[in-house]
């Protein structure tokens, strides 16, 4: 009796163990990449998400996701990939408001501290457009071109819509590189669209009762430069900035790339055509754009994962990043899908680490090149390679993102 009851616990231990956390063995197998972090994740605030797909006889998508100390609850500096949440929403708005995203799109002036917009340099036509911003914030992540969608879907409206959407722990209280007291971002511009002359939106100053903030104060590092060049013995805090958690950006981008995971109910309320031009300047390096057009950019600008952004990467033909990237405050991020045509390879990664050996704030003085950008170009790879060699019962059909980016 006793050799019985021993056999059936070992059995139901084994049974209870948890799957492999393969994103866990990848870092730790490979010490040569990322032992300096893995020895002390909590130093660089080090998250990462990892997605594998899978897919069946009708090419939809199942997903499997392992983590790497991922908590909504360790506060990082989101920096510019809230601009891909702004570009999504700003499109269905407009799909709401049934005006086109090559409308012509003003933004006017009410108050001081406001800017007003009614040409763009950079356009073709000279005028600017909600189609034209979102083209500059996913090829080189333009701060001014997110600022005027802030000010389109206005600040309450930008957050109680990504909740809504079930995405939990964002607060959204600013504009980007445009330092104004945190009063004047509660208050967005008012709005033109002009489409053949006339007048087809005007919409008001909008302006948020009840701004965000943190429940607490957030304070990281040791000192903070001020304005005068001064470094203070205290740390910043970042209680109202934005605050964007990875699992929440994880799952817009799985719901953005890959719909046909989701209930209609979930997906976004976007066209097939509205899918097809994220894909494409999501994916698109700088160096093709040809409106608008980039010539001091090198191609790798915006792919931190895989490439680390190195100027003179020798890019593989067959690879596409459809992604967005952030850098501030030392934070450095990447939220990104990796497909690979050729050999029939998707997965998805997301990951912040803090790159501030100092840990002194505002002073610009911070290790993206030495930390950041080669962990991001290791991890990459490393995945990458890992997904290449995994069996998969049904090899995906990426056909539907294939793009001609020469024109």
């Known amino acids: 009796m006793r050799k019985i009851l021993i056999i059936l616990f070992v059995s139901m231990s084994t049974f209870a163990q948890k799957p492999a956390n393969i994103l866990e063995q990848l870092l730790l197998s490979n010490p040569d990449k990322f032992k300096k972090l893995t020895d002390n994740p909590e130093k660089y605030r080090l998250q990462i998400l990892y997605t594998q797909i899978d897919r069946d006889g009708k090419n939809k998508p199942t997903l499997t996701t392992y983590s790497y100390r991922s908590d909504s609850n360790e506060y990082f500096y989101p920096a510019s990939t809230v601009k891909l949440a702004a570009s999504v929403l700003a499109l269905e708005k407009l799909n709401t408001l049934k005006i086109d995203k090559s409308t012509t799109f003003q933004t006017l002036k009410n108050r001081p501290s406001q800017l007003e917009i009614k040409t763009d340099s950079t356009t073709k036509s000279g005028l600017p457009s909600v189609e034209h911003y979102i083209k500059k914030i996913l090829l080189v992540s333009d701060n001014e071109a997110y600022n005027r969608l802030y000010e389109f879907l206005g600040q309450r409206p930008f957050n109680e819509t990504m909740l809504s959407k079930g995405f939990k722990g964002v607060r959204l209280t600013h504009r980007l590189q445009t330092p104004l007291p945190r009063l004047e971002n509660q208050y967005t511009n008012p709005i033109r669209f002009i489409s053949n002359g006339k007048v087809v939106l005007d919409q ?75 894909y494409r300047y999501m994916s698109m390096y700088p160096t093709e754009s040809k409106d608008p057009v980039y010539t001091e950019d090198f191609a790798t600008y915006c792919k931190f994962l895989y490439y680390g952004s190195e100027k003179n990467a020798s890019l593989n033909p067959s690879i596409r990043i459809f992604n967005k990237v952030g850098d501030a405050y030392g934070f450095l991020l990447d939220n990104a899908y990796v497909v690979d045509f050729d050999q029939k390879v998707e997965f998805m990664v997301t990951a912040v680490l803090l790159c501030n050996e100092d840990e002194i704030f505002n002073d610009e003085q911070y290790d993206y090149d030495t930390i950041g950008f080669p962990f991001y170009k290791n991890l990459g790879q490393v995945i990458y390679d890992y997904e290449v060699k995994r069996p998969k019962k049904q090899l995906p059909n990426l056909d539907h993102l294939r793009f001609d980016y020469s024109n």
């Open 204 to 278: 008001a100053e909008a302006f948020n009762k009840k701004p965000y903030s943190a429940a607490a104060p957030i304070l990281i590092g040791k000192g903070t430069m001020n304005d005068a060049g001064v470094v203070e013995d205290k740390p910043l805090d970042f209680s109202l900035k934005n605050a964007y958690p990875l699992q929440a950006q994880h799952d817009f981008l799985k719901r953005l790339m890959l719909p046909d995971a989701f209930p209609a109910k979930d997906r976004f309320q976007l066209s097939k055509e509205d899918y097809g031009f994220l």
